[in-house]
């Protein structure tokens, strides 16, 4: 089970262009939206690409993940913004400052953006019109919105999904399915299966699917308590394993092969669509 991506072969494999400007979000909180960020900047890391990291949260994780390469940006509330319509301009500086450097440098930036501030950073882009931005910079950009099997997870993303549309039309959308609770597979009839068939399912025909496979139970939590990326993990010797999570060494060889297979496979659900041609959507 401890199998390895393979660098050399990533390196030389012709590959689609990456986005230069990924945003992971949606409004409802504890989707794995940070995790799926981690995934992705590692998953670019393999690739020799190093991207930069905004962080509209306040959480230690990504940092400390990723020193040097976060800027954390801290909005003050929509209640406080509204009082005072330039403070929301204000707030966001940073964001736009590390958005500029992307441009000039053309190196992959990823957003990563907590739930609570989903609908601040919608305002924000609103106001200050970002989609001309990109469409006059000539840059691609894409959304990726993550929902667990949880009806208002579900929910979340389609709501979500709408509004980018409407506030980024030149933005290509994506729902990202997190299996981690279970897979999208529902009793028929019940809420959770009307939610998926009249709201989820359309959008994931339409604006196409990235497939997070669960991690085999248990086998993911010892190496996040111990602060530890997945590339950490599948790049580790058994003996550093073993130290992290004080199993023994066929443990920690299976705990290796589980977090390699689902590295894997993450790799292969980006690929596929980053190989997609996607139209431009105007709104849904």
Same mark, same amino acid.
């Given at each position: 089970?401890?199998?390895?991506?393979?660098?050399?072969? #990533?390196? @030389?494999?012709?590959?689609?262009?990456? =986005?230069?400007? @990924?945003?992971?979000?949606?409004?409802?909180?504890?989707?794995?939206?940070?995790?799926? $960020? #981690?995934?992705?900047?590692?998953?670019?890391?393999?690739?020799?690409?190093?991207? @930069?990291?905004?962080?509209?949260?306040?959480?230690?994780?990504?940092?400390?993940?990723?020193?040097?390469?976060?800027?954390?940006?801290?909005?003050?509330?929509?209640?406080?913004?509204?009082?005072?319509? @330039?403070?929301?301009?204000?707030?966001?500086?940073?964001?736009?400052?590390?958005?500029?450097?992307?441009?000039?440098?053309?190196?992959?930036?990823?957003?990563? +953006?907590?739930?609570?501030?989903? $609908?601040?950073?919608?305002?924000?882009?609103?106001?200050?019109?970002? !989609?001309? !931005? &990109?469409?006059?910079?000539?840059?691609?950009?894409?959304? &990726? +919105?993550?929902?667990?099997?949880?009806?208002?997870?579900?929910?979340?993303?389609?709501? $979500?999904?709408?509004?980018?549309?409407?506030?980024?039309?030149?933005?290509?959308?994506?729902?990202?399915?997190?299996?981690?609770?279970?897979?999208?597979?529902?009793?028929?009839?019940?809420?959770?299966?009307?939610?998926? $068939?009249?709201?989820?399912?359309?959008?994931?025909?339409?604006?196409?699917?990235?497939?997070?496979?669960?991690?085999?139970?248990?086998?993911?939590?010892?190496?996040?308590?111990?602060?530890?990326?997945?590339?950490?993990?599948?790049?580790?010797?058994? !003996?550093?394993?073993?130290?992290? #999570?004080?199993?023994?060494? =066929?443990?920690?060889?299976?705990?290796?092969?589980?977090?390699?297979?689902?590295?894997?496979?993450?790799?292969?659900?980006?690929?596929?669509?980053?190989?997609?041609?996607?139209?431009?959507?105007?709104?849904?």
């Amino acid at each position: 089970m401890s199998q390895k991506l393979n660098k050399s072969s #990533t390196a @030389t494999a012709v590959r689609p262009p990456q =986005p230069l400007i @990924t945003f992971i979000g949606s409004d409802k909180g504890g989707v794995g939206k940070s995790f799926i $960020t #981690t995934v992705l900047a590692d998953l670019m890391e393999v690739d020799a690409i190093a991207a @930069t990291i905004v962080q509209i949260d306040d959480q230690n994780r990504l940092p400390a993940l990723y020193p040097g390469r976060v800027t954390t940006v801290l909005p003050a509330s929509m209640d406080d913004l509204r009082r005072d319509p @330039t403070a929301i301009v204000a707030a966001f500086d940073p964001f736009y400052s590390a958005f500029e450097r992307a441009l000039t440098s053309m190196a992959p930036m990823i957003v990563d +953006i907590g739930g609570p501030q989903q $609908t601040v950073i919608e305002e924000y882009l609103a106001l200050v019109d970002l !989609d001309a !931005d &990109l469409i006059e910079a000539g840059v691609a950009a894409r959304w &990726l +919105i993550p929902t667990t099997a949880e009806p208002e997870a579900m929910r979340a993303a389609v709501r $979500t999904a709408h509004a980018i549309g409407r506030i980024l039309p030149s933005v290509t959308r994506h729902i990202v399915l997190n299996r981690r609770d279970g897979p999208f597979r529902f009793y028929p009839k019940a809420p959770a299966d009307l939610l998926w $068939t009249s709201g989820l399912e359309p959008l994931c025909a339409e604006l196409g699917t990235i497939d997070i496979p669960a991690i085999a139970p248990g086998s993911w939590q010892p190496f996040e308590a111990a602060g530890k990326r997945p590339i950490d993990v599948v790049a580790a010797e058994i !003996d550093d394993i073993r130290s992290w #999570t004080g199993r023994s060494r =066929p443990a920690a060889k299976v705990l290796r092969g589980d977090v390699a297979a689902f590295l894997a496979a993450a790799k292969l659900a980006m690929a596929n669509i980053n190989s997609i041609q996607v139209e431009a959507a105007d709104g849904c």
